[in-house]
């Protein structure tokens, strides 16, 4: 049974910075990609973040020199560090483990930045 376990939501002050983790487990087919998604009130769910397995990178714009995504392949888990927050990165984010069977998505954590 796949299980991602997702930790490191909160509240936090604009300007401040958060650390989400995920880590995945019962994944029995190769992993083509690890990543971060996030759905705001009233809004599509988007990318984030993400890192492929060969270790390229993708960022949305809105997210690009303030969010770095990483992974420790040994441990299956993928990171994703947030500073300079702003109140418009509000959302639950999501982990997102691209396999080549199919996707597996978190349970989603709640990012709260006040202004």
């Known amino acids: 049974q796949v299980q991602l376990v997702e930790s490191g939501g909160g509240l936090v002050q604009a300007g401040g910075s958060l650390r989400l983790s995920c880590a995945a487990s019962?994944?029995?087919?190769?992993?083509?990609?690890m990543g971060w998604y996030r759905q705001a009130p009233g809004k599509q769910r988007e990318l984030v973040a993400r890192i492929f397995s060969g270790g390229s990178t993708d960022y949305a714009d809105s997210v690009k020199g303030r969010f770095t995504v990483s992974r420790d392949i040994a441990k299956n888990t993928v990171y994703l560090q947030m500073n300079s927050l702003k109140p418009e990165d509000t959302a639950i984010y999501y982990c997102?483990?691209?396999?080549?069977?199919?996707?597996?998505w978190g349970q989603g954590t709640q990012v709260t930045v006040s202004s």
């Open positions: 019962g994944i029995r087919f190769g992993i083509n990609a």
């Open positions: 997102n483990v691209f396999t080549s069977l199919a996707p597996y």
